[in-house]
């Protein structure tokens, strides 16, 4: 891993088409790819499972909007739209496989935009506020390092869609990673306030990872079929990521526990079981405030 590339250079290279928000392709990623069900998938399994994977980047991408214009830097308040956008992106697409798996004649902005908190299944981490800027980048770290070895093995699924849709992602977060942990390390390893408040913040995210890592009844169902991933056989590679990530920054996991603890999957539920917190309603009342009060509008 490395983390001297320049985030802006990253973002103004027209070269490389693989961000959706940057570059000069807008081809369909979707393009070519066979759309339907393998016959021997249970289909409400595969919508749920797309729920997930599509409500993690929706809630992820809404509040990393939410720090555009509050970023120290304008190079990254361009970093973190683009984050947003891509992550966005991925949640067109899952919420559109959700929609055509399940048959209910749902697209993706009736998943987005008419569920009401207890019908999201997206992870807890994802809904988290940030207290302060090293907050979200510890968030981001967590989620990205998580996030990336599950894109790059849902490339192999026996759903085309879910395979596309992976292969594309990994180009995205690949990047998403490495701005969180090029920031973690500048913080880290910086003046003594940035690394206190860094190291407060890896102190508040890093045990709430325990929920990434822990499989749902549908995700175990569907990686025994060749369509999902086993959240479980993620957390080597997480914890190889992180570890390597806190060691340049000068960072220690907290102390009395695995970095992968589990105090969401425990006391306060599971978000893939539709258990949040009250941070998600504020969440969905900013997102769906529009879609609610003009149904059906189109804009």
């Given at each position: 891993?490395?983390?001297?590339?320049?985030?802006?250079?990253?973002?103004?290279?027209?070269?490389?088409?693989?961000?959706?928000?940057?570059?000069?392709?807008?081809?369909?990623?979707?393009?070519?790819?066979?759309?339907?069900?393998?016959d021997d998938v249970d289909r409400a399994?595969?919508?749920?499972?797309?729920?997930?994977?599509?409500?993690?980047?929706?809630?992820?991408?809404?509040?990393?909007?939410?720090?555009?214009?509050?970023?120290?830097?304008?190079?990254?308040?361009?970093?973190?739209?683009?984050?947003?956008?891509?992550?966005?992106?991925?949640?067109?697409?899952?919420?559109?496989?959700?929609?055509?798996?399940?048959?209910?004649?749902?697209?993706?902005?009736?998943?987005?935009?008419?569920?009401?908190?207890?019908?999201?299944?997206?992870?807890?981490?994802?809904?988290?506020?940030?207290?302060?800027?090293?907050?979200?980048?510890?968030?981001?770290?967590?989620?990205?390092?998580?996030?990336?070895?599950?894109?790059?093995?849902?490339?192999?699924?026996?759903?085309?869609?879910?395979?596309?849709?992976?292969?594309?992602?990994?180009?995205?977060?690949?990047?998403?990673?490495?701005?969180?942990?090029?920031?973690?390390?500048?913080?880290?390893?910086?003046?003594?306030?940035?690394?206190?408040?860094?190291?407060?913040?890896?102190?508040a995210v890093l045990p709430t990872a325990?929920?990434?890592?822990?499989?749902?009844?549908?995700?175990?169902?569907?990686?025994?079929?060749?369509?999902?991933?086993?959240?479980?056989?993620?957390?080597?590679?997480?914890?190889?990521?992180?570890?390597?990530?806190?060691?340049?920054?000068?960072?220690?996991?907290?102390?009395?526990?695995?970095?992968?603890?589990?105090?969401?999957?425990?006391?306060?539920?599971?978000?893939?079981?539709?258990?949040?917190?009250?941070?998600?309603?504020?969440?969905?009342?900013?997102?769906?405030?529009?879609?609610?009060?003009?149904?059906?509008?189109?804009?």
């Amino acid at each position: 891993m490395s983390f001297d590339d320049d985030a802006y250079g990253a973002l103004t290279d027209h070269d490389d088409d693989s961000r959706w928000a940057y570059g000069t392709g807008f081809a369909d990623p979707m393009a070519g790819v066979p759309t339907a069900v393998p016959d021997d998938v249970d289909r409400a399994d595969l919508a749920a499972y797309c729920l997930m994977l599509g409500d993690d980047v929706l809630v992820m991408s809404h509040r990393l909007q939410q720090w555009v214009t509050r970023a120290p830097e304008l190079e990254d308040e361009l970093a973190l739209a683009n984050i947003g956008l891509d992550l966005l992106g991925q949640a067109r697409l899952l919420l559109t496989r959700a929609g055509e798996a399940e048959g209910a004649g749902r697209d993706e902005d009736a998943l987005a935009y008419l569920r009401d908190p207890a019908g999201f299944r997206n992870v807890r981490l994802a809904e988290r506020a940030d207290a302060d800027f090293a907050y979200l980048l510890a968030r981001l770290l967590v989620f990205s390092c998580w996030r990336l070895p599950l894109l790059d093995r849902l490339v192999a699924s026996r759903d085309p869609v879910l395979a596309a849709i992976g292969a594309k992602g990994v180009k995205e977060v690949t990047y998403h990673r490495e701005y969180a942990a090029q920031w973690v390390v500048r913080l880290g390893d910086g003046t003594d306030l940035s690394h206190r408040r860094m190291q407060a913040a890896i102190d508040a995210v890093l045990p709430t990872a325990g929920e990434l890592f822990r499989p749902h009844e549908v995700e175990s169902r569907l990686a025994a079929a060749g369509v999902a991933v086993d959240p479980a056989a993620l957390r080597p590679e997480f914890d190889e990521a992180i570890t390597q990530v806190l060691d340049a920054a000068t960072l220690s996991a907290p102390a009395g526990g695995e970095v992968s603890g589990g105090e969401m999957a425990g006391r306060a539920g599971r978000g893939r079981d539709g258990i949040h917190g009250p941070e998600l309603t504020e969440i969905l009342a900013e997102m769906q405030e529009l879609a609610r009060a003009l149904p059906g509008g189109v804009w």
